[in-house]
């Protein structure tokens, strides 16, 4: 006994000592990897050691960490577009190493090294895409104004809106299903221009990387898609920055160090003009119509997004962040007109319109490296939209025959207020043990309020002997919720050829006394057949306890956000994906995957009901179902050299159904979705001819939209002949067979523009000309039916000839701007 015990003595002090060995003979390489010219940190890039075949990735914040045996090591720090970097030395203790990369805008041969590597070929994850923010702001857009989310529309899986609208349809879900960030921060309402422009100001940003499935567990709260924006920092060696002026908007961005090399600033401003300049013209038409009155009107329309960002460093294990983002459109008319009565009376009018919706946003993040392995990043922020109209009549009378002069006047005023804020606080951790596993986790707590439609009304009258007032809110109470987060995911590599990325997200919302909870595994998998080629696989479970009331084709704001309630469940999805990645050295990478997702509890609007900014009630209007997509993807990307874009195709197929007892939809028969597509297209690409001269073009195919439309007008039988040939459509019955049951006709446009630069004494000139719709197709907005009809005394019965008209909004559009980067 004495002996065994002994020997297990032995045997535990042998293992003791193996590990304290290996693990002496380990140590960590950590620090920052930056831009070299400007101190920008440069997310995912990759850190390989040649001679262990060993890597790791930067995180959103440009830490990396990597555990590697003691010896001799060979690091190669690259990223896209910069010239890689080896470090060689002799690995005796953990290191800090902050390696800085100086970018070569000309670079024709990138390795794998350079590229980021957890979505190429190397990595675990698919159904990502990274998109430079120098091709987004390349790409032609409407009137001039570089777009991202209209750059995503042009990406395989994702589907625009109506024409010319910033809405994203990813992989059959809607608008409502993207969350979309902006430096880790929901933004709630990404549109300017009722959604025909987005609202995030490219010259602001740094990366962004779009997320269609397949979602890492850190990421939660939407079904269909993540859109992770991330904001530069700022230059902290030099100022610079750049002005555009365009035809609707100006623009300017700049940078530079508050303290050299510690603290920095970063101020990008937007705005539209149009309101501007169109005042004198709104002012001559009001004053010939309103011709012997003293008037005076004003109208107008503009937007504006403000960000900006301070970022100061207190160490390499510390570091502070400070960013802000506000942005508003804005309707407004005024109009005034005076004019004398009889009797040297005076009258006099006031009408007023002031409507104005927008986002803000503050969050403070504090970067803190705990240890070599273990990074943190703690954020508190408030995020705010909010909708308010205010609608004013005055009306005033003034009596001189009196003495004093004696005035009466009524007035009414009519005011809408709805919105959403938040409140969160979050910390996130990246913990590398060593070059096998790459765990994150984290805590978020959101705190939401709802601010459901609220119309205050005041009216008062003192004319003709009243004396008459009436002041009332009317609406619900503001709905509160708490919102609970919590995740695990570890990126393994099993073996040089097998990584898996495997992760937990659970979340909680309370609401109304109602809890609900979600559960949600993740899944990614690779397997490396060689350098270039690989195959991989993943499902997500997610969740989403928030709806967006609309029933309108684009962005207004008038569109609610509602809380899960006791009686509309939260949605949830399940998505499955597979797919071949394959990169063609020195020419481009290429995907190919397939995928289905199923989505339970949608809601849509019952038959004949409508929503106009109301929410009171809005359970009883809609119902709840069922649906799903599937598809098919390619994609081609290359993003490095003189000729840069890419090609996406999708094959796709979306549809719902609603058979719920008492939820019925299109008699409890599947049905189309409203975007529902089945080939979209896409080629963009961009040539730099010189330092003069790039040109830049796109092209679009895609199947034309659904809609909801009466194919087949009846005669009311209980209607006589002679009532009917009056041509009144309410004279007869409109027969729908099915929800969405017309499909519009394809749509196709090519847009083309060029840049032409100079370099002056003290920047760059750069004049833009481009082409929206260049051959000038007439693709359909909207579709409307127009019915004519003859009475056939043959048969005596009125003769239908239904024909279907459509309504383009924007033909060919040439389009000029200016900019000056200093």
Known sequence: MRHSLKTTQLVFSLILLNISILTAQRHTISGHITDESNGETLISASVIDK????????????????????????????????????????????????VKLDSNVSLKEVTVFGQRNELG????????????????????????????????????GVQSGTEGSAGLYVRGGGPD?????????????????????????SDALKNVTLYKGSFPARFGGRLSSVVDVRMKDGDDKNYHGNVSVGLIASRFNVEGPIWKEKTTFNVSARRTYMDILSQPLIRAYAARENEGDMSKTTAGYYFYDLNAKITHKFSDRNKLFLSTYLGDDA??????????????????????????????????????????????????????????????????????????????????KVGYRSGITDYTLKVDFDYSPNTSHDVKFGVNYTYHTFRPDVTTFFASNNMEGQDFKLDTVIGKGNIYSHETMTYVEDNISVTDWLKVNAGLHF?????????????????????LANDNLSFKAGYASMNQYIHLLSNNSISMPTDLWVPATKRIKPMNSQQYAAGVFYKLKDIADF??????????????????????????????????????????EFFAQRSFGNTTGWVGYTWSKTERLFDRPGQELNNS??????????????????????????????????????????????????????????????????????????????????????????????????????????????????????????????????????????????????????????
């Open 331 to 412: 309707i407004y008319t005024r109009f005034r007109t005076s004019h004398n009565m009889r009797d040297d009376n005076e009258s006099s009018q006031w009408m007023s319109l002031n409507w104005d919706w927008g986002n803000a946003i503050t969050a403070l993040r504090w970067n803190h490296v705990v240890t070599n392995k273990l990074f943190m990043n703690t954020t508190a922020a408030f995020t705010r939209y909010r909708s308010h109209m205010n609608v004013g009549y005055n009306s005033e009378q003034t009596d001189k025959t009196e003495n004093p002069p004696r005035k009466t006047e009524q007035k009414l």
């Open 669 to 822: 028969q599947v049905f189309p979705a409203k975007y529902d597509r089945r080939h979209d297209f896409s080629v963009t690409a961009t040539h730099k001819f010189s330092e003069k001269i790039d040109v830049s073009a796109t092209w679009v195919f895609a199947t034309g939209n659904t809609a909801t439309l009466g194919m087949q007008l009846y005669q009311r039988p209980e209607i006589p002949h002679e009532a009917q040939q009056n041509g009144d459509e309410s004279n007869r019955l409109t027969h729908i067979s099915s929800r969405n049951n017309y499909r519009f006709d394809n749509y196709h446009r090519a847009d083309i523009g060029v840049n032409f630069h100079k370099k002056k004494k003290h920047g760059t000139r750069t004049w833009n000309i481009s082409i929206y719709n260049a051959y000038n197709q007439l693709n359909p907005f909207m579709v409307f039916r127009s019915a004519n009809q003859k009475y056939n005394p043959a048969t005596e019965r009125f003769e239908e000839n239904v024909v279907f008209k459509q309504v383009t909004l924007f033909p060919i559009i040439p389009s000029v701007s200016y900019s000056y980067k200093f």
């Open 507 to 527: 979340s909680t919302f309370n609401v109304q006394k109602k809890n609900y909870f979600s559960l949600e595994p993740r899944l990614g998998l690779r397997i």
């Open 51 to 98: 001679l262990a075949e060993k890597g790791t990735v930067s995180n959103n914040y440009g830490y990396y960490s990597i555990t590697l045996p003691a010896g001799n090591v060979a690091l190669q720090y690259s990223y896209v577009g910069f010239n890689p970097r080896i470090i060689e030395f002799n690995l005796t203790k953990d290191t800090v190493i902050n």
């Open 177 to 201: 299903q993207n969350l979309m960030l902006l430096d880790g921060i929901p933004i709630y309402n990404v549109n300017h221009m009722f959604g025909f422009f987005s609202a995030f100001n």
């Open 591 to 632: 995907s190919l995957e397939g995928y289905y997702k199923s989505m339970h509890n949608l809601i849509e609007y019952k038959d004949g009901a409508s929503f106009m900014g109301e929410s009171t009630g809005w359970e009883e209007k809609v119902v709840m179902g069922e649906g799903w997509s599937y598809g098919v």
């Open 121 to 156: 070929v190397q990595g675990s994850q698919m159904s990502a895409i990274e998109v430079p923010i120098e091709q987004i702001k390349n790409i032609p857009s409407l009137l001039g104004e570089n777009d991202l989310i209209k750059a995503l529309q042009l990406l395989p």
